[in-house]
């Protein structure tokens, strides 16, 4: 699958949410408690998703760090969280991301806004593309979205909170990619 996306620091986290109370046809669909393993992988990202209330599933993406809007390829599987043990025996366990997401949908774009322990509020918008949207209507909605919440670009964020919580590990990922 592949989505757009934009991840930044969300400086008022409360007029965020009146924005998307007040967005036509945007929806909440409520707070998720998310912990995020990430593990050793070659290239990409790999993680463990545990999702309090819901599913707990792998993910593993492909993207350009760039702190715009950039373009994600991702592969989802849902599994038992007890897979974890094997996963950090196998490849290791570079962190753990812990976080509550309070998501909104819009069209195609979900809408998080998320309180990451250790690092604070931030905001993401992910156009998912599906058979009937294109990347330049996902870079579209993803801009509109930017501007409707005032992101300046010193908010914008380049990589994953894997890097912001763990740079050590995340900056020796980047040199064993091929």
Known sequence: MRNIELKARLPNRERAIRICKEMSGARFEGDIR???TYFKVPKGRFKLRVCEPGE???????REDATEAKGSDYHIEFVRASVRDVLDRALGTIAEVRKVRTLYLWENVRIHLDRVEELGDF????AVLRHSNTEEEG????????SLFGIENTDLIEGSYL???NPISA??????AP
């Open 34 to 36: 998310q912990t995020d």
């Open 56 to 62: 707990t599933y792998l993910v593993y993406y492909e």
């Open 123 to 126: 905001i993401e918008f992910e």
């Open 139 to 146: 870079y579209r909605k993803v801009a509109e979205l930017k």
């Open 163 to 165: 890097e912001m919580v």
């Open 171 to 176: 900056s020796h990922e980047k040199t064993v």
